[in-house]
């Protein structure tokens, strides 16, 4: 079969980091679009793709649009914005909305393609910006499956893992459960070694009987260096995991369950965002609970 024309909307370090591993794999990358200019012209260049201000110039430019923006607002705006966004002109394209958002976005962006002839899918992404740049991401997704068969050798270019989930809306909500506790387990790492600082501890040996326990934990083996280095590099910002509680929060409220570490969680978030720190990684909720760094 004859490799799809790919372009991306969003080339942050991760989607800019799906196009380069779609690159090497031999897939002509033929469009890029974000709202930072110089960052989607530098990537269009690099790649030998065409820079795109106008939205719907990009998708005529392409078989596959993946999707890489920041929140709900972003996923409206360029899917149905009145002057220019990516269904005009979409027929027979496939979509793949990669950001972390509602489920209710995803279902009425889904609606709204199908209505033009278009497709969508969900390509939730639980991994980092290096598993992008390697291919090794583990991508959960939403959609149709026929859908998910005919891109799923594209896919698997930039997944060691695809998970296929259900309907449109399904991979937002079991993404939005994947941060939930992500965050919950940080901010829990974060009190454990700001209590065991306020008690004179050794930190490193805290964190290896941590690791040897019931204590352990991924966020432990990814986050505690940073949190005792106060090295808070940005690798999944403070702000968006604010935004991730949120999500939680929401379908939480939606079907009446009361989850009462997550609204604390997302309250240290907000905090933390509020003091201006919400582009810290979010190892940096540590700042709220060291004794030292009040």
């Known amino acids: 079969m004859e490799k799809q024309r790919i372009a991306f909307v969003g080339v942050g370090r991760m989607g800019a980091n799906m196009a380069r591993r779609l690159k090497d794999c031999g897939y002509e990358i033929t469009a890029i679009n974000d709202v930072d ?139 939005a459960l994947v941060n939930m506790v992500m965050n919950i387990n940080t901010a829990a790492l974060a009190e454990g070694l700001g209590l065991a600082d306020a008690l004179g501890l050794d930190l490193e040996m805290i964190v290896d009987v941590f690791a040897q326990t019931g204590a352990n934990s991924r966020v432990l083996e990814t986050d505690s260096e940073d949190m005792i280095a106060r090295d808070h590099e940005a690798w999944f910002m403070a702000e968006h995991a604010a935004k991730d509680s949120g999500l939680a929060q929401d379908l939480a409220n939606e079907v009446g369950l009361n989850l009462p570490l997550n609204d604390a969680t997302k309250a240290q978030y907000d905090k933390l965002t509020e003091m201006g720190k919400g582009q810290l990684d979010k190892s940096g909720i540590s700042e709220l609970t060291f004794l030292k760094r009040l």
């Open 37 to 175: 200019k110089a960052a989607a012209e530098s990537l269009a260049e690099e790649l030998g793709a065409k820079y795109c201000a106008s939205l719907s110039e990009l998708t005529a430019a392409a078989d596959v649009v993946f999707t890489v923006v920041s929140n709900d607002n972003a996923m409206r705006s360029i899917f149905i914005d009145a002057e220019d966004n990516l269904l005009q002109g979409s027929e027979g394209t496939v979509f793949v909305n990669c950001a972390t958002v509602s489920d209710k976005v995803q279902k009425d962006i889904d609606v709204a393609a199908k209505a033009v002839g278009a497709a969508t899918l969900e390509g939730a992404m639980a991994s980092s910006i290096s598993q992008a740049r390697e291919g090794k991401l583990f991508l959960i997704i939403g959609g149709e499956k026929e859908v998910f068969e005919n891109l799923k050798p594209l896919l698997d270019q930039l997944s060691v893992n695809l998970k296929h989930t259900g309907e449109i809306g399904k991979a937002s909500q079991v993404k």
